[in-house]
């Protein structure tokens, strides 16, 4: 034995994480999906008949897409490859399609599973197209973002979209019964704790157990966590919330219907999520702004007002304190009276000028600069309104080959309830001095 022998024995190496040494060994024990992996689920289904197509697998992180994959591909004849988009190129790709096209000339077929697929760029989604069209490669890809925004049509027209869902809480119960099962001991938490902990995991297997393991790691022989020293020991984890994806703009929009809807509750709710994930406050009061001017309008004119206001107060103080101003503007127009009029006739409005092209105004109401457009009838017979009966002379102002339209119909709600009554008083004006129809 030399000086330099190591006569120590090896030591065993440490155990792969818990997420992986719980990974289901089947499709029956996938938790969560069962819409797609039961008896009557539609993965089930599929895998039922002897060829298989192309599939994206669309969910959040942790909802079970990885492990599917491979279970497929450990049924199937094929062979499996697995590649991520975050590490692989052009090159590695083209090499993959050149062994599946020799293995399809040999018989076999080729089960390619690309993780992170979105973040292949445009050309290179298209280079999948050729062996996918000659049944040389079927692709299952993974994907957390929206597949219409982030993959080529091209793509999607060729592969079946499959929706994994965020695991519900009586799933990641499940997971860590299964974990308490082999470790042979209980999760050291009361149940508020416990509760506390599946909250944390955002419907995400791989978190739940990720955390699950840092409480065994942190508790004492004997001791059992309460949630709020659970909270300390695993320093909470990071909401799921993308601000340039999907998370972004799940909770804008849940925001905007909750405003839309009249619950103030449920939208000061999604609000708190939104600061919570630490999105810009300043998109946000953009945001109210906007639901000011589509979903309320005139039916309450100060909410763009306080919207404004709002976004001001933020730029001003900042955080924290500025927040409490986007929010007391949310609560606005939460409880505003709802109009969609105004946003309804502008768009109607942007309609008819896209369609009818370049009218010209009546000349009654153009002006008459030079004595040849007087000489044209430019100004002429134009009715000052000011010097009407009422200030309204109720002339016609549509070009001649449109005539009156109505765009504008406010509702019976807000203020333009009183709106509503001006227009009938002009109409019945109009009416009145035979100028109804121009």
């Known amino acids: ?57 669309w969910g959040p992180p942790g909802s079970g897409k990885t492990t599917v994959a491979r279970l497929i591909g450990a049924a199937r004849a094929d062979a499996f490859v697995q590649v991520s988009a975050i590490h692989s190129g052009v090159a590695e790709l083209k090499k993959i399609f050149d062994a599946a096209r020799a293995r399809r000339a040999q018989g076999q077929g080729t089960l390619l599973f690309v993780d992170e697929i979105h973040r292949f760029n445009r050309a290179q989604q298209d280079s999948f197209l050729p062996v996918m069209e000659t049944g040389a490669v079927t692709l299952i890809g993974a994907t957390t973002e929206i597949p219409s925004f982030e993959l080529n049509a091209a793509l999607l027209s060729r592969a079946r979209v499959l929706v994994f869902r965020p695991l519900t809480s ?139 206001a709002a976004k001001d107060a933020y730029d001003f103080l900042g955080s924290p304190e500025g927040e409490l101003a986007i929010a007391g503007a949310v609560v606005y127009v939460a409880t505003a009276p709802k109009s969609n009029a105004l946003y309804k006739a502008f768009g109607a409005a942007q309609a008819l000028a896209k369609t009818e092209g370049s009218l010209t105004p009546p000349k ?12 044209e009838g430019y100004g002429a017979a134009y009715e000052y309104d000011h010097d009407a009966p009422e200030a309204f002379s109720g002339q016609d102002y549509w070009p001649d080959a449109l005539g009156r339209r109505t765009l504008y119909e406010p509702v019976e709600r807000g203020f333009e309830r009183e709106l509503r009554k001006r227009l009938d008083y002009w109409a019945r004006l109009r009416k009145e001095r035979g100028k109804e129809s121009g």
């Open 364 to 375: 009654t109401i153009l002006n008459a600069p030079t004595r040849l457009m007087k000489r």
């Open 170 to 308: 009586e799933a990641l119960e499940a997971l860590l019964e299964r974990a308490e099962r082999l470790l042979e001991k209980p999760l050291p938490l009361d149940a508020t704790a416990r509760e506390t902990l599946i909250g944390m995991a955002d419907g995400d297997g791989r978190a739940i157990l990720t955390l699950a393991e840092e409480v065994w790691r942190a508790a004492r022989p004997g001791e059992v966590l309460e949630a709020a020293r659970l909270i300390d020991v695993v320093q909470r984890r990071a909401p799921i919330y993308d601000k340039a994806q999907d998370g972004h703009y799940n909770l804008i929009s849940a925001l905007h219907k909750c405003v839309r809807g009249s619950d103030p509750d449920a939208a000061l709710y999604y609000l708190a999520r939104m600061f919570d994930a630490g999105e810009d406050p300043l998109f946000i009061a953009r945001r109210v702004v906007r639901m000011a001017s589509e979903d309320i309008g005139l039916a309450d004119p100060q909410a763009l007002v306080v919207a404004n």
């Open 1 to 57: 034995m030399s000086l330099f022998d190591d006569a120590s024995p090896k030591a065993e190496p440490p155990p792969p994480p818990l997420a992986e040494r719980l990974r289901p060994g089947s499709l029956a024990e996938v938790s969560g999906q069962e819409h797609l992996t039961g008896p009557d689920g539609a993965l089930t289904r599929l895998l039922e008949q002897p060829s298989l197509g192309s599939m994206i697998f």
